[in-house]
């Protein structure tokens, strides 16, 4: 399991019952995850000191406690900023699991020795854009929703990134890249973090068991002669890390070369020293 084990202003406390008991910074949380079956004794302190706690409806859905808690917040991760607030269906506008990838793919940035171009998809508020950015990349930053990328430029600039070269595009990223398949653009990274299920900004239906492997298709077209990386993430509990593999063993792989691995993601538990799984990640490197 690729574990995110390099952070200091977040982890995972402990979890229990469907829960887990996390640390913001200096605010405890307190959400449900699917992940968490079983029910172990709640000791550790931080139980009883809640800022937050997002309860799930039997209905679907849920709404969240606060006991003391700011309309907003930050955390760093190394160079990188992120404003951080309570919002639907208990997230709170960032993955901290995604760091792990954030570093192996900033590493291959910084090593790559010449201008590297980045297409994230499904770029939600901007953790892996930023990190990219910050790594010298030049990045295409593509969601449908208006809301998560101009939270995405407040992380950019709360990270030093205003004036980075960013291309900050509201729009379906599967139409996207057609058109830029039309228009003759490549990249030479892309990452992709495709929701479960998903519409965009004109009612289009994203559903991955049925999409996911046409779109990594389609979007091979635009990697370019020089590619340096491929990135897909999953949360989705049906796309295990050998099927992960397996399309980017097909579709990439098969033409270009280079290697696959997949995993899955995870976080320490810092009270049990377990690992909380996260979902999974699909890696191409070209070498």
Not at 219 to 233: E, G, H, I, Q, Y
Not at 237 to 249: H, I, N
Request: aromatic letters at 12%; proline letters at 6%.
């Amino acid at each position: 399991m690729w574990t995110a084990d390099h952070w200091k202003d977040y982890e995972v406390i402990d979890t229990s019952g469907g829960e887990k008991l996390e640390r913001w910074g200096d605010y405890i949380l307190l959400r449900p995850d699917p992940q968490v079956l079983w029910n172990t004794p709640k000791t550790h302190p931080a139980w009883n000191k809640l800022n937050a706690h997002y309860h799930r409806s039997s209905r679907g859905g849920g709404e969240w406690e606060f006991f003391s808690l700011p309309e907003q917040w930050s955390i760093h991760y190394g160079e990188l900023t992120f404003h951080l607030k309570p919002f639907s269906f208990k997230h709170t506008g960032l993955f901290p699991e995604q760091a792990v990838n954030w570093d192996w793919f900033s590493k291959l940035i910084r090593n790559a020795g010449r201008p590297v171009k980045v297409l994230n998809l499904f770029a939600y508020t901007g953790g892996a854009t930023c990190a990219a950015a910050k790594a010298g990349a030049a990045v295409t930053h593509v969601d449908a929703s208006k809301g998560m990328v101009g939270w995405a430029k407040e992380n950019a600039q709360a990270s030093g990134l205003a004036d980075a070269p960013i291309r900050w595009l509201v729009d379906d990223c599967v139409k996207f890249v057609e058109r830029e398949i039309r228009r003759g653009n490549r990249y030479d990274a892309i990452i992709m973090d495709p929701p479960s299920y998903g519409r965009g900004p004109k009612g289009e239906i994203w559903k991955i068991e049925e999409q996911i492997h046409p779109f990594i298709a389609l979007c091979a077209k635009l990697l370019s002669d020089n590619p340096l990386f491929f990135l897909v993430n999953s949360y989705t509990t049906g796309l295990a890390p050998a099927v992960l593999t397996y399309l980017l063993s097909t579709e990439i792989a098969a033409g270009r070369g280079g290697t696959v691995l997949s995993e899955e993601i995870g976080l320490p538990v810092t009270a049990t020293g377990l690992v909380l799984p996260c979902g999974a990640a699909g890696r191409w490197e070209f070498r």
